[in-house]
């Protein structure tokens, strides 16, 4: 990994802040800083599985009444009810090819819309916003 070199001007409370934290934690200011920036920045959408990244690195975009709009959907009833039907089957091996394919479908579709509303609901904690937890 390549290491930049970055100088800022802190504020002294900031500053005094980390310094004590390093101290208190017997670990050098500058992994503290780091740490610090680290658990401060937007959350990342590149963990994700490759097939939801760039959905989940346009929500980065977004203004802030639309990621609330995201992270306070629903999935349909409907949906899920089928989604619960078609494990049911497929637990019980009474499910057919063309449902096994629907059932790949949903899945995929419910981890894209729960990583969504999960990255919709950490951007605007990293933006200011109280979210429920």
Do not use: C
């Amino acid at each position: 990994m390549t290491v930049q070199s970055v100088t800022i001007p802190l504020p002294e409370a900031i500053y005094l802040r980390l310094q004590q934290t390093a101290q208190s934690t017997r670990q050098s200011f500058t992994d503290v800083v780091v740490r610090a920036v680290q658990i401060g920045s937007p959350p990342r959408w590149d963990d994700a599985p490759a097939e939801f990244q760039a959905d989940l690195a346009a929500l980065d975009r977004l203004s802030d009444q639309a990621l609330w709009q995201i992270a306070s959907s629903r999935q349909s009833e409907s949906e899920a009810a089928l989604y619960q039907e078609l494990l049911n089957r497929n637990a019980n091996d009474t499910i057919t090819q063309e449902e096994r394919r629907e059932l790949t479908r949903l899945r995929k579709d419910a981890d894209l819309f729960m990583l969504r509303k999960a990255h919709a609901a950490a951007l605007l904690r990293w933006r200011g916003h109280q979210t429920l937890q």
